[in-house]
């Protein structure tokens, strides 16, 4: 069974740069037709889909999101990274990265709390 595990900061100062990084465990994340989704949850407020890269390493973002974020993988290490740029409070949120064969993953990781603040 694949399991996802986020790490990084939990602590990024305002218009620094946030990077979090998940490593999978169970399975390769180039195995045909899987998709590696970040998504996060602020406070008060629902899922929202950051973005994914693939298992060929095509990347897809958020159209609201995509000027900040950008996310890579290290097959070596069977991981995959996010960075999102130019940080504000507003990104405060626990961050998933997640396994799916769509933008909606079927395993998820067990979530990293990141805040931003001075």
């Known amino acids: 069974q694949v399991q996802l595990q986020e790490s990084g900061p939990g602590l990024v100062k305002p218009s620094q740069t946030l990077s979090l990084t998940c490593t999978v465990s169970?399975?390769?994340?180039?195995?045909?037709?899987?998709?590696w989704s970040w998504i996060r949850q602020s406070p008060g407020k629902g899922l929202e889909w950051l973005g994914l890269?693939?298992?060929?390493?095509?990347?897809y973002y958020s159209p609201s999101l995509k000027s900040r974020t950008s996310i890579s993988r290290d097959t070596t290490k069977n991981q995959f990274s996010l960075q999102l740029s130019s940080v504000t409070p507003d990104d405060t949120a626990v961050y998933y990265c997640?396994?799916?064969?769509?933008?909606?993953?079927?395993?998820w990781g067990q979530g990293t709390q990141v805040t931003v603040s001075s």
């Open positions: 169970g399975g390769s994340i180039t195995t045909d037709f899987y998709y």
């Open positions: 890269i693939g298992y060929d390493g095509s990347t």
């Open positions: 997640g396994r799916g064969v769509t933008t909606t993953p079927d395993y």
